[in-house]
């Protein structure tokens, strides 16, 4: 790509956006992550669901079925991880950058007060 001009300093780069055979849309009810020793920051993406059942049974009665009980399943919640990001310092940046901005066209949006904007953002006083 050729420098911009001394007539013309401005210059235009056209960015196209191709979709990878691995792209996929997931559902992130959650993140946890950390920085790694290299001073990567990774993000785990997960959802959160019951745990489905590994077995269950049911009785028929009168040749047709009755309740289903569950016999055995895990307790508690589980958290399927998606997809996890892994960025440099350069690319994090932009994206809190490009996420605060979005979440300032939401807050504009629905009318969150200051006082509540701070709340959720942790910054009450």
Known sequence: MAGPSAADPTQTVEVTYHKSNHFRVVLAEGCFGGVTPRGLITS???NERVPIPKTSKFEIVDGKPAAEQVTKSLE?????VEVEVVMDLNTAIAYY???RDKLENI????GISDADWAV??????
């Open 76 to 80: 508690g919640l589980v958290r399927e």
């Open 44 to 46: 785990s993406f997960y």
């Open 97 to 99: 950058i490009w996420l």
């Open 107 to 110: 807050r504009s949006i629905t």
């Open 120 to 125: 959720a953002m942790g910054n009450a006083k």
